[in-house]
Nanobody, 127 residues
Framework: QVQLVESGGGLVQAGGSLRLSCTAS????????MGWFRQAPGKDREFVAA????????YYADSVKGRFTLSRDNTRNTVSLLMNSLEPEDTAVYYC????????????????????WGQGTQVTVSS
């Protein structure tokens, strides 16, 4: 099992930036992918960005492409999400996720493919 701890959420004005970080501990050697999902009030959890550690591919949701950047620090077992040009529509609770089974290699954008989740961090973008 992998434990995930997120940090970096907060309140920012539209057009501003935030960086979220997620540190993994536990059985990280079996992790095949890590990423971020978000859930706004009254909406389903949606994919934001993820890195497939098997082939190094990074995926982004169309809504954040060009504004968000996912990076990974292997030495610290940390993934970070730099969010620029934030919009009120980005307001949500952001969750870090890690997948340690083979299904996450081919379903990297699907929440059900991940079995480890952080507690979530609130991001609020004011207009």
């Amino acid at each position: 099992q992998v434990q995930l701890v997120e940090s970096g959420g907060g309140l920012v004005q539209a057009g501003g930036s935030l960086r979220l970080s997620c540190t993994a501990s536990g059985r990280t050697s079996r992790t095949y992918a890590m990423g971020w999902f978000r859930q706004a009030p009254g909406k389903d959890r949606e994919f934001v960005a993820a890195n497939n550690w098997s082939d190094g591919t990074t995926y982004y949701a169309d809504s954040v492409k060009g504004r968000f950047t996912l990076s990974r620090d292997n030495t610290r077992n940390t993934v970070s999400l730099l969010m620029n040009s934030l919009e009120p529509e980005d307001t949500a609770v952001y969750y870090c996720a890690a997948g340690s089974t083979s299904r996450v290699k081919t379903r990297t954008k699907v929440a059900d493919a991940y079995e480890s989740w952080g507690q979530g961090t609130q991001v609020t973008v004011s207009s």
